[in-house]
């Protein structure tokens, strides 16, 4: 085994100011499900990240089998901050070695408003029609599109349009009970943020700042945060 | 700007009698999961985890209902959290899934109620599958109030004012 290099620590990027504090007590990990899976464990990224051993975390797959659930951080005597952790080492991953669709879900939502690229117009249509389904068991029913001045902008989960259309009328329903005054974006309605998880601070904020876009142009009072 | 969780919003709802629901058409032992994200990832970044005001909406829509443990601060994740229902990782998932089955499992609850898509999604369409839990029934949180809605239809709130 090739000797380490403490001076590898000068170079290090993912370890934070805490990361030092470590009192490698395995409590973090003893209650993570994924303790082990890819033989790491969030103590051992400590570890590595304050050996500046960065690259070996950054190419693993722990971090992404990981699910950010935050149980390691909440635990931790010392207060570690194990997500800021975690997520940079999703960070510092090549754009395309991120695993799966997650980046090409922000590609297509910084190109097209949303992860899976729906058009505006068949978005459109698709909530008319489901709407005017629901209006004939609630009379008068109707999904408000860019309506102005609404009290709540709701954000829309792509999955739903795409493959479960007919779960969005729960809501619907509820707010037509409660005579709710509300509002959806025809654009850039996407209340997936998939830049969270894939480490991409600038994705994250474009999509964000476009809804807060729409939250001022539609003249809402509230933004319904999403789930 | 201003914003508002849907627990929030749920509960105010309820709370000022605008929407009314029927206790009755639920009346399977109910329980609760936890999302990461709603409960003690809510309480590290804002100060506030929503643990009770769930339990209490679900309370309004159900008769008989137990959580599991353990439960808020400390639940375990479904499996799903983080991207990783949209990751190429499927069994490492489903490994990671398996404390919740047991969780659920445990409680004898044959109705869970779980305000979150991926959590939802896991808990339903893959750990039931894998951990022989079929007989559990899924609802999302708002499905749930949904499905025990007494609506009015709205011509004849309006007649009535
Ligand atoms: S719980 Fe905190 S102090 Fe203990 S090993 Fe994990 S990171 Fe280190
Ligand atoms: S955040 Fe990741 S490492 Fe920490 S307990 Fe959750 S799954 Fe495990």
Redesign the pocket.
């Known amino acids: 085994m090739e000797p380490l290099l403490l001076t590898k620590r000068e170079r290090r990027k993912l370890a934070s100011q805490y990361a030092e504090?470590?009192?490698?007590?395995?409590?973090?990990?003893g209650g993570c499900p994924v303790t082990g899976v890819d033989g790491l464990d969030?103590?051992k990224v400590?570890r590595l990240a304050v050996l500046g051993l960065d690259q070996e975390v950054v190419d693993s797959k722990f971090p992404w089998v990981c699910t950010l659930c935050g149980r390691?951080e909440y635990?931790?005597?010392?207060n570690?901050d194990?997500l800021k952790l975690l997520r940079s080492a999703r960070s510092m991953r090549d754009r395309d070695k991120v695993p799966g669709v997650l980046h090409k879900g922000v590609e297509m939502c910084l190109k097209t408003g949303n992860n899976v690229g729906i058009p505006e117009e068949d978005f459109r249509y698709l909530l008319e029609d489901l709407a005017a389904e629901l209006a004939e068991e609630l009379p008068g029913f109707e999904v408000p599109i860019d309506r102005k001045g609404a009290k709540y902008l709701f954000t829309i989960n792509s999955k739903e349009p795409f493959a479960e259309p007919e779960d969005m009328m729960f809501w619907w329903r509820i707010l037509y009970a409660a005579n709710e005054s509300w509002t959806v974006a025809s654009k850039n309605w996407e209340g997936v943020n998939w830049g969270l998880f894939t480490g991409d601070d600038a994705a994250m904020k474009e999509i964000v700042g476009r809804i807060v876009q729409n939250y001022k142009e539609l003249e809402c009072e509230y933004l319904v945060l999403p789930e | 700007m201003k914003f508002v969780s849907i627990h929030d919003l749920l509960k105010q709802y309820l709370e000022e009698g605008r929407i009314k629901v029927d206790k009755s058409i639920h009346h399977e032992l109910t329980t609760y999961h936890d999302p990461c994200n709603y409960a003690r990832k809510s309480e590290r970044a804002f100060g506030h985890g929503y643990y009770e005001e769930p339990r209490w909406v679900v309370q309004q829509c159900c008769e008989h209902f137990v959580d599991m443990y353990p439960n808020r601060a400390n639940n375990y994740c479904c499996g799903a959290g983080g991207g990783a229902w949209a990751s190429p990782y499927v069994e490492e998932r489903i490994f990671y899934g398996r404390v919740k089955a047991k969780q659920i499992k445990d409680t004898g609850a044959k109705l869970l109620i779980a305000p979150c898509h991926n959590c939802r999604d896991q808990i339903m369409k893959s750990l039931r599958k894998e951990y022989d839990f079929m007989d559990v029934e899924v609802k999302y949180l708002w499905e749930l109030v949904a499905d025990s809605l007494i609506i009015e239809p709205r011509e004849e709130a309006e007649e009535e004012e």
Not at chain 1, 21 to 29: D, E, S
């Open positions: 504090l470590c009192l490698t007590c395995g409590t973090c990990a969030v103590r400590v390691c635990a931790c005597p010392m570690i194990l």
